[in-house]
C-alpha cells in the first residue's frame, strides 16, 4: 500500500475510502503548482500589459496633445500668410491701378506735347517716354514762358477791334490796325503775356497811345499795351508772365476804355491772334500761322538750353525726374 493512498469523505450517510496511486498524488500537486504558475504568470503578465498599456496610453495624449499644438501653430501661420497674401494682393490691385492711370496719363501727356509713337513702332521704356515728356514739356515750357501767348486782360469781354485794315473810331479814316482791342471797365488789369524786362513804360504822347508800357522779350519779341489807365511797372523792371503790369484805360487818342495789344518780332508787327490762342495743346499751330519767324532755329536754341539743364543736373548725379519730383 505503500505506492497508494486513501481519501475518506464522511457525510450523512457514513464515510466512504477512496485508495488512489502515489502517482496521482504527485500528479495532482504537479497540477496545483503549474495552475499557481500560471496564474500569478498570468497575473504579473496582466499587470505589465496594463503598465504599458497606460504608458502608451499617457504618450498617445501627449502626442495628440503635440500633434493639436503644432496643427494650432501652423493654423495661426496658414491664417498670417492668407492676411499677407490678401494684402499683397490688394496692394499689387492698387498699384496696377496706379500703374494704368499713370500709363494714361502719360499717354495724355505725349499725346498733349506730340510725343507720342505710333501703333506699328515698338513701345520704349517707361524712364525713356518720361524722359522725353519732361524734355519736351521743359522746352515748351521755356518756349511758351518766353514767347507772347494767351490775352493780355485778366478778365475778358470781348474784342472791339481786330488786327487789320479798319475805319479809326477817332480820326475817322481807314488806317492799318497792328493791334487787337480789348474791351473793359476802367481799371481793369492788364497782364504780361510773357516774361520779360519793361523797355518802356509812360506817357507815349506821340503815339496816341497815351499811357504806354513795352515790354522786351527774349529771342526779339516785344508786346506793346496801350491806352492804359495807370501803370504799375517802371521801366528796366523784370516781369513774369502773368504779372499786372496796369489797368484798362482810355488814354491818348481813345474814344472808350480798352486795351490795344500787339506783338512784333524784330520791329516787325505781328498778328496778335495765332499768339493769343497759343498754348501747349495746340504748341504746333502757330508754326503755320505765323510767318517770317525763324521758329526752327528757336526751337533748336531752346532744345540746347535744355540739354545744357540736363548735362548740369547729371553733373550733380541728380536725374531730370528727380528734379522735376523735388
Known sequence: MRNHFTITISDVHGARDYSFKQIFKRFAWFFLLVFLFVWVGGALTIWWLSDQAEQIEGQHI?????????????KNDFI??????????SEL????????LLDQTLQGLEELIGTSTSAEEPEKPVEERVKLVQL???????MLETIPNGRPVANFVGVSSSYGWRIHPVSGKKQFHHGIDYRGEKGAPVVATADGVVEYAGDHKRSGFGKLIILSHANGFKTHYGHLSRLDVKTGQF???????????????SSGNHLHYEVSFVQRKLNPAAFVEWSLQNYDSIFQQVKGVPWGSLSQAVNERVEKVEKQLLHRGVSLAENSAN
Open 93 to 100: 490691385a492698387e498699384k496696377t491701378k496706379q500703374a494704368e
Open 62 to 74: 501627449q502626442a495628440v496633445q503635440n500633434y493639436e499644438k503644432v496643427l494650432s501653430s501652423q
Open 239 to 253: 516781369i513774369h508772365q502773368g504779372d499786372v503790369i496796369g489797368g484798362i484805360g482810355s488814354t491818348g487818342l
Open 80 to 89: 498670417h500668410v492668407a492676411s499677407e497674401k490678401r494684402l499683397l494682393e
Open 136 to 142: 519736351n514739356t521743359l522746352g515748351k515750357s521755356m
